[in-house]
């Protein structure tokens, strides 16, 4: 999988760019940004944010790239933050018409394995019916943990499912990783019949 780099904060792209519309017509000429302020040169405020550039792997594809404070990235990528407010991070941005000159926002959506493996729900052999949830052996009790960036992180150890699930949902949404589409667990449909739940 291609690493991208991080794009620069949300703040600092809204200050320098704005999405536009692309029409059909314009996707050769039209990158889907506009500078807001003039940056030197030819990048007058209200002109086309970005180049076209060939891509090295794929001949005969282009890409639009834009440099932002002397780094490059794709538009794609850029209109996907600023449309959504989550930077894609490892994921790729795809086109569903499968034309990468065609950045309207509307067009774009998170793509790859590593999505796909983000936004499983709970697996077959999975006993606590919780995403993130599993029974810890030695213990008994119940681990909590979540699968960022191909890196899973521990979240503690509960007595009670809920509260484990819980912590899982926590997570997600302090990460934003819900906005992207990974589950979180209906706490009002799960039972647990821990000393906790029973004592309320």
Same mark, same amino acid.
């Given at each position: 999988?291609?690493?991208?780099?991080?794009?620069?904060?949300?703040?600092?792209?809204?200050?320098?760019?704005?999405?536009?519309?692309?029409?059909?017509?314009?996707?050769?000429?039209?990158?889907?940004?506009?500078?807001?302020?003039?940056?030197?040169?030819?990048?007058?405020?209200?002109?086309?944010?970005?180049?076209?550039?060939?891509?090295?792997?794929?001949?005969?594809?282009?890409?639009?790239?834009?440099?932002?404070?002397?780094?490059?990235?794709?538009?794609?990528?850029?209109?996907?933050?600023?449309?959504?407010?989550?930077?894609?991070?490892?994921?790729?941005?795809?086109?569903?018409?499968?034309?990468?000159? #065609? %950045?309207?926002?509307?067009?774009?959506? /998170? !793509?790859?394995?590593?999505?796909?493996?983000?936004?499983?729900?709970? &697996?077959? *052999?999975?006993?606590?019916?919780?995403?993130?949830?599993?029974?810890?052996?030695?213990?008994?009790?119940?681990?909590?943990?979540? #699968? %960022?960036?191909?890196?899973?992180?521990? /979240? !503690?150890?509960?007595?009670?499912?809920?509260?484990?699930?819980?912590? &899982?949902? *926590?997570?997600?949404?302090?990460?934003?990783?819900?906005?992207?589409?990974?589950?979180?667990?209906?706490?009002?449909?799960?039972?647990? %019949?821990?000393?906790?739940?029973?004592?309320?």
């Amino acid at each position: 999988m291609t690493k991208h780099k991080p794009l620069p904060p949300l703040e600092r792209l809204n200050e320098l760019l704005e999405i536009v519309p692309i029409d059909p017509s314009q996707f050769e000429i039209q990158s889907g940004l506009v500078w807001k302020v003039w940056r030197g040169g030819t990048a007058k405020a209200g002109s086309v944010a970005g180049t076209k550039q060939p891509d090295l792997k794929t001949p005969g594809r282009f890409d639009w790239k834009v440099k932002v404070d002397g780094r490059q990235y794709y538009v794609s990528r850029v209109i996907y933050f600023m449309a959504n407010g989550v930077d894609p991070g490892e994921f790729e941005v795809d086109h569903k018409d499968q034309n990468p000159m #065609n %950045n309207n926002v509307d067009n774009l959506r /998170l !793509g790859g394995d590593s999505l796909q493996q983000h936004n499983q729900g709970t &697996y077959s *052999n999975n006993t606590s019916g919780a995403v993130g949830v599993s029974r810890h052996k030695s213990t008994r009790k119940w681990k909590a943990v979540i #699968n %960022n960036s191909q890196k899973e992180t521990y /979240l !503690g150890l509960y007595i009670c499912k809920i509260e484990a699930s819980l912590a &899982y949902n *926590n997570k997600v949404i302090e990460l934003g990783l819900d906005k992207i589409g990974k589950p979180l667990n209906d706490l009002e449909t799960l039972e647990c %019949n821990c000393a906790q739940c029973c004592s309320r």
